[in-house]
T-cell receptor, first 113, second 112 residues
Framework: NAGVTQTPKFQVLKTGQSMTLQCAQD?????MSWYRQDPGMGLRLIHY???????DQGEVPNGYNVSRSTTEDFPLRLLSAAPSQTSVYFC????????????FGDGTRLSIL | KQEVTQIPAALSVPEGENLVLNCSFT??????LQWFRQDPGKGLTSLLL?????REQTSGRLNASLDKSSGRSTLYIAASQPGDSATYLC???????????FGTGTRLKVLA
């Protein structure tokens, strides 16, 4: 059982480039979320989805786009990379049941030069 | 706006000691609270989840309590081991299991 799979694990971009961080889950979870983790700031929610075709903004959505065309996949797009987007990005999934935890991927470490 | 605070930021203890990690939150209207473990360079692993209606949850040597009225949760680790060394994160949801506010974590080191 793979759980939540994120690709790539590492990426270096130049300012202004665009890219897509991939996230896939095989647990048939309704909910998926993207967080970024920065030193001293904890994890902050970027975007989330409560089902296929439904997405919404989290705490820090600027500069990022998401879509949810299938239950399994929830890609995160950086439109025009900026050095401030250097971070570790985590994707998480969960079911709608209140007693079920979030499952996290291993993260994508992204550096913007 | 919900804010989650974890103190201390770092903790170093000798092996075998019982210890308590603290988490406080500003809005008592929570949906649930989770404690996570994060190893260096890895993702987060959920340790315990406490629903709004519950007071505590236990798993092995771990016990988490929740006091909504005071806006506090504690994670108790019994008989600590070097393998418990990691960062422990507290996260609070105010609506559903998809939207959590995280504390900045407590970095624990258990010395052999």
């Amino acid at each position: 059982n793979a759980g939540v799979t994120q690709t790539p694990k590492f990426q270096v971009l130049k300012t202004g480039q665009s890219m897509t961080l991939q996230c896939a889950q095989d647990m048939n979870h309704e909910y998926m979320s993207w967080y970024r983790q920065d030193p001293g700031m904890g994890l902050r929610l970027i975007h989330y989805s409560v089902g296929a075709g439904i997405t919404d903004q989290g705490e820090v959505p600027n500069g990022y786009n998401v879509s949810r065309s299938t239950t399994e996949d929830f890609p995160l797009r950086l439109l025009s990379a900026a050095p401030s987007q250097t971070s570790v990005y985590f994707c998480a999934s969960s079911s709608s049941q209140a007693d079920q935890p979030q499952h996290f991927g291993d993260g994508t470490r992204l550096s913007i030069l | 706006k919900q804010e989650v605070t974890q103190i201390p930021a770092a903790l170093s203890v000798p092996e075998g000691e019982n210890l308590v990690l603290n988490c406080s939150f500003t809005d008592s209207a929570i949906y649930n609270l989770q404690w996570f473990r994060q190893d260096p360079g890895k993702g987060l692993t959920s340790l315990l989840l406490i629903q709004s209606s519950q007071r505590e949850q236990t798993s092995g040597r771990l016990n988490a309590s929740l006091d909504k009225s005071s806006g506090r949760s504690t994670l108790y680790i019994a008989a600590s081991q070097p393998g418990d060394s990691a960062t422990y994160l507290c996260a609070v949801s105010t609506s559903g299991t998809y939207k959590y506010i995280f504390g900045t974590g407590t970095r624990l080191k258990v010395l052999a």
